[in-house]
């Protein structure tokens, strides 16, 4: 079965930076859509950043300019550059991978999340 970890989470002060990994296994992670969500407390789930199999990436709004998705198929792993962090930010932030759309079975694997806290 498809396993996501994540880790880099951590307490940093606003402006700073932090950088989340998540490191796949038990599929083929090559021909998946990989995507960091997070959680704010009290708040429902969004979409951070995706990057596709051909390596295009997209992101939400509010973390443009300020975040980078990246992947290495040759690793297995997907990364969050995070910088100039704002309180805003703070949440469980989610490694998700998907299949692709022309995939006869669609799956869809979730990390465990690691927690982001902005602080002074």
């Known amino acids: 079965q498809g396993q996501l970890v994540e880790s880099g989470g951590g307490l940093v002060q606003p402006g700073g930076s932090l950088r989340l990994s998540c490191a796949a296994s038990?599929?083929?992670?090559?021909?998946?859509?990989m995507s960091w969500f997070r959680q704010p407390p009290g708040k429902e789930r969004e979409l951070v950043a995706i990057?596709?199999?051909?390596?295009?990436?997209n992101y939400a709004s509010s973390v443009k300019g300020r975040f980078t998705i990246s992947r290495d198929n040759a690793k297995n792993t997907v990364h969050l550059q995070m910088n100039s962090l704002k309180p805003e930010d703070a949440a469980v932030y989610y490694c998700?991978?998907?299949?692709?759309?022309?995939?006869?079975?669609?799956?869809?694997?979730w990390g465990q999340g690691t927690q982001v806290t902005v602080s002074s």
């Open positions: 998700n991978a998907k299949t692709r759309t022309d995939v006869v079975v669609q799956r869809v694997y």
């Open positions: 038990g599929f083929d992670f090559p021909n998946y859509l």
């Open positions: 990057i596709t199999t051909f390596g295009i990436t």
